[in-house]
């Protein structure tokens, strides 16, 4: 075609052209990723017809998310090769973040379940209950002998986010290790767990556990645990194993402490005649 002959837009249609800002063209001239086909004798900027191919794939590129330095670099030297390399690296960053979408979606899942189930539970009764294995991410024990003080609880909980690269709300509880319990020492945190979502982590075995659901702050948790292994007693069971702490409704959902309701697991075995 004759570019005497070829179509030329303004700065505002060929921005109408592609449903776009005119700053868009602009900042894409400014930064010399795209630049238009000339300036006309009164100033303004005009694109042509011939433009519009181009810049059509810079915007599909955009829209798949590929950044503009790359896009840059790319069109400095375009070829099958760096295409196919540009793509291969989309990809990858792609399925990181489809990676990451699915481990807030079971966040929030969780959140979900964990809200419902504290809201129907039966407070501070014991029951019995045959439960599922579980699969827990744990944080390195707790190589103090004495009780916990909230500052250490923090410290652990910081270098266990840390450790584990957990993102958004997530429910870490806490473990009182069986040697604690039978030692009648309810204030010192063994070490804290986190729910798997994948085959990572350790495995807690299904089996019985005395499960009692307590509502208040966190320093009456300890005051729960004798009437909860003499309950255990009183059903005919021993406790056999760690007691699992879950904050199913803490400070994110409840606005005074007294609020709070925590899930207590115990894994037990019937008392032998």
């Given at each position: 075609m004759n570019r005497k002959e070829e179509k030329i837009y303004s700065t505002g249609e060929f921005s109408t052209y592609f449903g776009i800002k005119k700053d868009t063209l602009l900042y894409y001239d400014r930064i010399g990723l795209f630049h238009p086909a000339g300036i006309q004798e009164n100033g303004y900027r005009?694109?042509?017809?011939?433009?519009?191919?181009?810049?059509?794939?810079?915007?599909?590129?955009?829209?798949?998310?590929?950044?503009?330095?790359?896009?840059?670099?790319?069109c400095c030297n375009p070829s099958p090769e760096r295409l196919e390399r540009m793509a291969s690296t989309q990809v990858s960053r792609i399925d990181q973040e489809i990676k990451k979408l699915k481990d807030i979606?079971?966040?929030?899942?969780?959140?979900?379940?964990?809200?419902?189930?504290?809201?129907?539970a039966e407070?501070?009764?014991?029951?019995?209950?045959?439960?599922?294995?579980?699969?827990?991410?744990?944080?390195?024990?707790?190589?103090?002998?004495?009780?916990?003080?909230?500052q250490q609880w923090w410290k652990i909980y910081k270098d266990f986010l840390i450790e584990t690269n957990a993102v958004g709300v997530v429910y870490i509880g806490s473990v009182i290790s069986l040697r604690d319990l039978e030692k009648g020492q309810f204030k010192r945190v063994?070490?804290?767990?986190?729910?798997s979502f994948n085959r990572a982590g350790s495995l807690r075995e299904a089996?019985?556990?005395?499960?009692?659901?307590?509502?208040?702050?966190?320093?009456s948790l300890p005051k729960v645990y004798p009437h909860l292994i003499q309950e255990i007693k009183n059903q005919g069971?021993?406790?056999?194993?760690?007691?699992?702490?879950?904050y199913l409704i803490e400070e994110l959902?409840?606005?005074?402490?007294?609020?709070?309701?925590?899930?207590?697991?115990?894994?037990?075995?019937p008392q032998q005649d």
């Open positions: 005009y694109y042509t017809a011939s433009q519009i191919s181009t810049f059509g794939t810079l915007l599909s590129l955009r829209e798949m998310d590929v950044p503009i330095r790359e896009i840059q670099d790319y979606r079971k966040l929030f899942l969780k959140v979900i379940d964990a809200t419902q189930e504290a809201l129907s407070l501070d009764r014991v029951s019995i209950q045959s439960l599922p294995a579980s699969r827990f991410l744990y944080s390195s024990p707790n190589t103090s002998d004495t009780d916990s003080s909230l063994e070490r804290l767990f986190l729910p089996g019985i556990y005395a499960v009692l659901y307590h509502k208040g702050d966190f320093d069971f021993l406790i056999a194993g760690d007691a699992y702490e879950d959902a409840a606005p005074h402490p007294g609020e709070y309701i925590t899930k207590i697991t115990i894994r037990v075995a």
